[in-house]
């Protein structure tokens, strides 16, 4: 069982549309958990970061944590074609430790 | 004002040589990492320096040396490069602590070995 799994897509929705990102992890102990969206050819870049159960909100995206079902979301409301890109779901315990990402791609 | 910075940008080299990528942050972090991305995008691991001192070393071949002169800067030295060493790699840094683990990312080093 791989320690952060995520659906590789590609998702696709339409523009404004919500698109919803999800992923679990193994480690019950994990204590941090984050979510990175890459571009084709850039560096992760860390949208959100989410520590306790329940909902944080941030401009259009929001991070969901279940703990006790070991599973973490991302929604992004008003999907832009600029949204197009790959999210990471990270997840820390004693290291971060990277799922294989989603594609998303928002259609215009 | 670059926040993590990485050189070069790009690496091509033949089986080998020996190499190195140079990584400073000036965040004011006092962790630094080292990930290596396949071509199959999955990001790993390989290295974590705390303050100049290693608490990370996944299974990575000893041929790669990291090396963190100060808590600023972490460069990684690759000793006789194979085929499978082409990837891209990443430095990242972060605070130290339970409060937060958010790493930042530098712009990646692509390693092409032929």
């Known amino acids: 069982q791989k320690e952060v799994e995520q659906n590789s897509g590609p998702l696709s929705v339409p523009e404004g549309a919500i698109a919803s990102l999800n992923c679990t992890y193994s480690d019950r102990g994990s204590q941090s958990f984050f979510w990175y969206r890459q571009y084709s050819g850039k560096s992760p870049e860390l949208i959100m970061s989410?520590?306790?159960?329940g909902d944080k909100e941030d401009g259009r995206f929001t991070a969901q944590l279940n703990k006790a079902s070991q599973y973490v979301s991302l929604l992004i409301r008003d999907s832009q074609p600029s949204d197009s890109a790959t999210y990471l779901c990270a997840v820390y315990g004693n290291k971060l430790v990277f799922g294989a990402g989603t594609i998303l791609r928002v259609k215009s | 004002d670059t926040a993590v910075s990485q050189t070069p940008k790009y690496l091509v080299t033949q089986m080998g040589n020996d190499k190195s990528i140079k990584c400073e942050q000036n965040l004011g972090h006092d962790t630094m990492y080292w990930y290596k991305q396949d071509s199959k995008k999955f990001l790993k691991i390989m290295f974590s320096?705390?303050?100049?001192?290693?608490?990370i070393n996944e299974t990575v071949p000893n041929r790669f040396s990291p090396k963190s002169p100060d808590k600023a800067h972490l460069n990684l030295h690759i000793n006789s490069l194979e085929l499978g060493d082409s990837a891209v790699y990443f430095c990242?840094?972060?605070?130290?602590?339970?409060?937060?683990?958010?790493?930042?990312f530098g712009p990646g080093t692509r390693l092409t070995v032929t």
């Open positions: 990242a840094s972060s605070r130290w602590g339970r409060s937060s683990y958010e790493q930042y």
């Open positions: 320096y705390n303050n100049k001192e290693l608490i």
């Open positions: 989410i520590y306790s159960n």
